[in-house]
């Protein structure tokens, strides 16, 4: 596994997705619903796929001293590895600006709905586990043919997630609070998304794996 | 002991079949894989080393099912498809970085002498090498990686004739202690005529032919030279 993301990590990783995995800072600008700056850097997630298509990178590591659905695992660790790292710098920035930032005269509402909290680390969890599903699922039935299906579905199914949670999160109080209900509530979502995030990346490395078993290269 | 042996590999396609292909490749023996374009060679290689499922028919290593032991398989039994154009972008050195990686008996000393020995720049991008080069940096790296079984697809393709002769040297020399073997598709009889041992010879997806060289060669290769027909020109003709 150590090897593998390693071999990911110095022949897959772009610029793109560096650059776009820093826009999860975008969580600072204090206007935004927080879960907006967690969907730019999917952007760069999916660059993966076909820059991997263009480098052969199926066709190198199938040759490698490896199962054939090792060629998903790599993908799949790496997938993992820039997820964390992205919502890592996003709860960064969320605690920046939950702790320094204050609202604007009349905007106190709206500031304090949109307040980076614990329950939102779950949120975005959860959208890149279903989005890891989605993708990972999809396109190892046919890497070749099937690129556009798995990133849209993917893509928007991350989308609805982060939205819907930041909506609910807006509208249910106790999932932004911090009396001990509240705590409670939030570190339970913030835990369940973790939890979630792990099976449904399984899942769709389980999936695909075995798609990808019966594909003739 | 047989140390690779293939039987009656089998693979369905819609418009090719591949049918009962068996042969066997023995420790210290050099084997060429002949035939027309089309015939299956690629396809047998493919199924070799799982890339393709079989709809038929065992792949033994050790007496022991290929696929069961993927790992150590492909630890052991290394395969070269034409030239290693794999990360066009990265430098050799970083891709020999990560490749080397996964190879428990990867032989530094040997793999820096045929970077010496077929003049290939480890600084350079792998797009910057010309195809011949990029074949020689694949060689490079399968001879490097202690493979008992070597399966390689045209080789020498994209080699000038002194690089060929080079590397069908290597390949004698490298069965010579008896522990390794080279199973090599060609279009190029002379190859096989300056190193094979054996050559399984395909056609349609049928092996016609699994036999010794020198009698592939009596059978086969010395046939009368070919009558040129020579046809006028259109002003003799009138």
């Known amino acids: 596994m150590k090897k593998l993301l390693i071999k990911e990590i110095r022949l897959c990783m772009n610029a793109q997705i560096i650059i776009f995995s820093l826009l999860s800072m975008m969580i600072l600008i204090p206007s935004w619903p927080p879960v907006a700056a967690l969907m730019y850097p999917l952007s760069g997630t999916m660059t993966l796929f076909p820059r991997a298509l263009a480098n052969k990178d199926i066709e190198y590591t199938t040759l490698l001293p490896l199962k054939k659905t090792d060629v998903v695992k790599g993908k799949v660790l790496f997938l993992a590895f820039i997820d964390v790292v992205t919502l890592l710098l996003a709860i960064a920035g969320g605690i920046v600006r939950a702790l320094f930032y204050s609202p604007a005269e009349g905007e106190e509402a709206y500031f304090e709905a949109m307040m980076p909290c614990i329950s939102l680390i779950g949120v975005g969890f959860l959208a890149y586990g279903v989005m890891n599903f989605f993708m990972v699922s999809i396109y190892y039935k046919n890497p070749y043919k099937k690129l556009t299906a798995p990133t849209l579905v993917s893509l928007f199914a991350a989308m609805i997630i982060a939205a819907v949670g930041q909506v609910v999160i807006a509208f249910v109080p106790m999932l932004r609070s911090y009396d001990t209900v509240g705590l409670i509530a939030q570190i339970a979502v913030a835990v369940g998304g973790i939890l979630l995030f792990a099976l449904l990346t399984y899942l769709g490395y389980w999936s695909g794996a075995k798609k990808f078993q019966k594909l003739d290269l | ?225 070919r009558q040129i027909r020579r046809y006028p020109s259109k002003r003799q003709a009138h």
Not at chain 2, 57 to 73: Q, V
Not at chain 2, 147 to 163: F, M, N, Q, R
Not at chain 2, 193 to 199: L, M, R, V
Request: aromatic fraction near 10%; include cysteine; proline fraction near 4%.
């Open chain 2, 1 to 225: 002991m047989e140390i690779l042996e293939i039987e009656n590999l089998a693979k369905h396609y819609e418009k090719f079949d591949l049918k009962d292909v068996s042969f066997k490749i023995r420790p210290g023996k050099i084997v060429g894989f002949i035939g027309r374009n089309g015939a299956g060679k690629t396809t047998t290689l493919k199924c070799m080393y799982n890339l393709v499922s079989p709809t038929g028919g065992k792949i033994l290593y050790g007496g022991e099912e290929a696929l069961k032991i993927e790992k150590r398989f492909k630890q052991e039994v290394g395969i070269l498809f034409g030239e290693s154009n794999y990360y066009p972008s990265q430098t050799v050195k970083n891709l020999t970085a990560v490749t080397k990686m996964f190879y428990d008996d990867w032989s530094e000393d040997l793999y820096r002498h045929y970077l010496q020995d077929f003049g290939i720049d480890e600084n350079k991008q792998i797009k910057a090498l010309s195809t011949g080069m990029r074949v020689k940096y694949g060689l490079a790296l399968a001879l490097s990686r202690g493979a008992k079984i070597l399966l390689l697809d045209e080789p020498t393709s994209g080699l000038d004739p002194v690089s060929r002769d080079e590397l069908l040297d290597i390949f004698i020399d490298l069965v010579g202690d008896k522990e390794h073997a080279i199973f090599f598709s060609t279009h190029v009889i002379s190859d096989l005529e300056k190193c094979a041992d054996d050559i399984v010879y395909i056609k349609n997806g049928e092996i016609i032919v699994n036999e010794d060289v020198t009698d592939f060669e009596a059978s086969y290769l010395p046939r009368p030279p």
